[in-house]
């Protein structure tokens, strides 16, 4: 059972690139988020979505875009890459919002 | 305030000992509350629910105080291998954001 699946694992970016971030699930979860985790700071909510067709805007969402046109997949897409957003990336599902969240292994993202 | 609130320690712990951290958290509305582990350079993973009525698993402890909006985890013969980051996670309802606390960070010594 592959769970939560984020790809890639490690991404080095240039200031100005875009890129997307891939989160996938196998467990039909209908809530998706994206976090980011910087030291000191915990987790940052980005962007979350309730279901397909659904996405809103969490603590942190300035620069990054989501869509969720399917139950299991939840790409997040930095637009214009800046050094503000090197940062560890975590994605996470669950069943709701108030149940056990599952997270992928992380991207950790470094912007030059 | 913000939303969830945890002490960052680090707590430095002797190895058989008792620690317990609290949570506070701004919503009155909140109604899931959950503790979560996350060792370092990891994801975050449950390590237990809070309920009500309060929930032990083994050496922890969870406990839910409404009236003063809070959480606390308590760990009893704490184990080097307790040496984490706990995270608080509070939300309100299914179709809610799900905010994590900063975290305590755990240090068991020998």
């Known amino acids: 059972n592959a769970g939560v699946t984020q790809t890639p694992k490690f991404q080095v970016l240039k200031t100005g690139q875009s890129m997307t971030l891939q989160c996938a699930q196998d467990m039909n979860h209908e809530y998706m988020s994206w976090y980011r985790q910087d030291p000191g700071m915990g987790l940052r909510l980005i962007h979350y979505s309730v279901g397909a067709g659904i996405t809103d805007q969490g603590e942190v969402p300035n620069g990054y875009n989501v869509s969720r046109s399917t139950t299991e997949d939840f790409p997040l897409r930095l637009l214009s890459a800046a050094p503000s957003q090197t940062s560890v990336y975590f994605c996470?599902?669950?069943?709701?919002?108030?149940?056990?969240?599952?997270f992928g292994q992380g991207t950790r993202l470094t912007v030059v | 305030r913000k939303e969830v609130e945890q002490d960052p320690g680090p707590f430095n712990v002797p190895e058989g000992a008792t620690v317990a951290f609290n949570c506070t958290y701004s919503?009155?509305?909140?109604?899931?509350f959950f503790w979560y582990r996350q060792d370092c350079r990891k994801e975050p993973k449950l390590l237990m629910s809070v309920y009500s009525s309060g929930n032990e698993d083994g050496r922890f402890t969870a406990q839910l105080n409404r009236a003063s909006q809070y959480i606390s985890l308590l760990i009893r013969d704490s184990k080097l291998s307790d040496s984490a980051t706990y995270l608080c996670?509070?939300?309100?309802?299914?179709?809610?954001?799900?905010?994590f606390g900063k975290g305590t960070r755990l240090h068991i010594l020998p």
């Open positions: 996470a599902s669950s069943y709701a919002g108030g149940t056990e969240a599952f």
């Open positions: 996670v509070v939300n309100k309802n299914r179709d809610d954001k799900i905010i």
């Open positions: 919503n009155s509305a909140s109604q899931s």
